[in-house]
């Protein structure tokens, strides 16, 4: 009943978001969910759609920004090389796993990326940003369960284009510069060069300092950087577009990043230290001064390298990460009626890091991560596309994808504290070679009716070794299960009817899986499983799109329901000589039900005023999860009372079964409202402002009350500009996250108090350990930015 409540307040609000009627046009939205550019009034498919400008507008010059303006889809800030962590519906990846793909799919110029690392590319010269809400299996590449993020980048145009954009950041002291050339090189070619350079100093400060005397510090040092963190990133776009004939075109599209963070590479603060922050036995790991609340200050100390010998970077953490892809788009019109596209890709990903491992502030860490992530990608892609006239119409496609991905392992043991330098050192290969043909027929059963079909087969085979190296010469590890191979169909079944030109009505059923993988975190032992299998997803939505007022007014609602099935997830498991490990695995099933409602209103007699809301709500549960894994110190009382070990005579796992799905809010949404006015001469004020809220989430899988619960918040967004005439010049104010709303996206829960090595947590007992419970890290993914931006475009003065 609690549930239904939610679901009729959501429609309410949304009903009292409509304006008093007047009379107006809405600007037609193209999008290419089905790769064929249709309205989106049309197309069966929940989708947020962010142009270029108003990308610009708010500055969104991450990933990380779009959160707030699509209702549903939240962010976690990656660690090491996991990358980020994406949910959409409350469906996303919750393991820190590098090597497996990502439940939300990125698709950039169509060259489709599943790893982490790869949301970290910048936002830059983008015409258009399309979250696709909902398994996607058909137009994609391989199939993703959960959604699709995908991005357009900016083509050369038919003038010449000399813009320069300098901006700056006063809370992070970031300088931003923009430049771009664009423009017809002959009437068939055009080319675009786009860049951007940028130097932040960082959004917090590190209070870390370790004791006066080196002999009491046991490996720690003063941080070298004070702000968190100093980074310069660079990017780079060129892109050619070649039309020499009105039936062929191509686009070559090459893209380079480069990114240097020096200082801690992530923003990990406690947030929850239950048990105080001294150890058990006298150690001091946590900082004196650190509050355990989560902040603008962190407390981390950087490590001496005359103790952990070798590390890299003199003992300051630093994170360094490139990558660079070309995609290649070629498209042929065959005949009047068939087209064929091709679409090669090619990405190459390097990425060395090194952090404090356990975020001592005072004391040496116990533990230092020091791995190095490669990845290497060849997709291509091949459409035959129908354009006929009449009631059918065909699309038939291919797509391989060959990759080598290569996580390295090094963990470092602080000899100080009478560790082993040397705790866990070699690498893991992973090739995948995956194969898939899909298709679709569309049957126009009446003029107004569609009812369209499609499938994707899948043949994917996943390879794994492993080498340890941690003798001084590489030692082939045997694991259980060294290959995986998947054969899977994801079939798609829609219908679409449009009664009138403003109003559209559809249902889908929806299949897609995402293939297994392996865990790599560590190098494991002779004979270990570190393989799990394919998660898969199917089920239902129905909606409708509706341009109401004399398009004034466009209003959309859809309600979903999906069932996952072997959800790749971070559980406890009996291994063969029954120990309990911490691994990923096909643990868990769930359901997904909701409603995402939006609408967009442009007054006619208010030129240049638009309003726009959005809600979704959500109710993501795990249907089955009984072996979940415990919070450090949960107690047999407190429901760790699964998976019993007779070695150790305590339980590792509890039922987390009808418990919310990590970040998954119940309900989220936005609002807020445009305005643009001339102001004489040519020259245009423009404004902007909008609010969002989420409810309250899990950010931990041990799913401990209260900390591991982040509370609702608000953010408040707001612009404005003035632009001159023909947008030959800009000066903007930018302000995000006004209050500045302290977001987490993941924490991590570890014996951070007694240094993660020395226990003293007991689990699954029934009396707790000296070093009580574990204490709880986080993680920032969003924060106030306060930008001032000039723009110019000097081509305007020739």
Known sequence: ?????????????????APLPVWAQLEEVIVTARKREESILKVPVVATVLGGAALEQYESGDLYNITERVPGLNFSAGTLSFGAQVSLRGVGTSVLNATLDQSIALNIDGMQMTQGLSYAIGMFDSSQVEVLKGPQA???????????????????????????????????????IDLIVSGPITDTLGVRLSGRMSELEGFRKNKGFAPDDPALAFGG????EKNFAPKEDVMFRATAKWEPTERFAARVKFNYMKSELNGDAYATDFYSCPDGIVGPFGFQFINPNDNCKYDKKIYIVDVDPDVFVGVRNNGTPFNDMNQKFTTVDLSYELTDNWTIDSVTGYFDLNQDSMINGHSSGYLGPTIVADPGFRREDWTQELRLTSNYSGAWNFMFGAFYQDSDIEYVNNLLGNPSLG???????????IGIESTSLFGQVLWDVLPNLELAAGVRWTDEERTHEVVSTISGSPVIVPTATPKLATDDYSPELTATWTPTDTF????????????????????????????FDDEKVKGYEVGFKSELMDRQLAFNAALYYYEFSDMQVGSNINSPEGA???????????????????????????????????????????????????WGGQLIQDGCNLLFDETTGDYSAQDLSGEQLLRAPELTGVIGVDYAFPVGQGMQVSMG???????????????????????????????????????????????????????????????????????????????????????LTCDVINRRSLWIRFSMDFAQFF
């Not at 023909?726 to 500045?740: K, S």
């Open 504 to 531: 559209t009505v559809f249902a889908s059923y929806k299949e897609a899986f995402k293939a297994g993988s392996f865990d790599t975190v560590t190098i494991p032992a002779p004979g270990d499983e570190k393989s």
């Open 689 to 775: 402002w909008y609010t969002s809220y989420s409810d309250e989430y899990w950010v931990n899988t041990g799913y401990r009350r209260p900390d591991m619960q982040w509370d609702s918040y608000w953010t408040h967004n707001a612009n404005i500009a003035l632009h001159g005439p023909d947008e030959a010049w800009e000066i903007a104010l930018i302000a995000n996250n006004l209050e500045d709303e302290q977001v987490a996206g993941q924490c991590s829960n570890s014996n951070y108090q007694n240094g993660v090595v020395f226990g003293g947590v007991n689990t699954g007992s029934s009396e707790p350990g000296v070093a009580g419970i574990e204490e």
């Open 138 to 176: 058909l137009f994609y590449g391989k199939a993703a369960p959960g959604g699709v993020i995908a991005i357009t980048t900016e083509d050369p145009g038919d003038e010449l284009e000399l813009i320069a954009r300098y901006g700056y950041e006063v809370e992070a002291e970031e300088d931003r």
């Open 221 to 224: 040092v003063d941080p070298a």
């Open 1 to 17: 009943m609690r549930h239904c409540k939610r679901l009729v307040s959501a429609a309410v609000a949304a009903a009292v978001f």
């Open 580 to 630: 309990i490990i911490i691994t990923t695995n096909n643990a868990a099933s769930s359901e997904i039900t909701g409603v995402d409602l939006d609408f967009t209103y442009a007054p006619a007699n208010v030129d240049g005023l638009t309003v726009y809301g959005a809600l979704n709500y959500n109710q993501a549960e795990y249907d089955k999860f009984d072996t979940a894994p415990c």
């Open 419 to 429: 560790l082993p330098l040397q705790l866990n050192e070699g690498y893991q290969p």
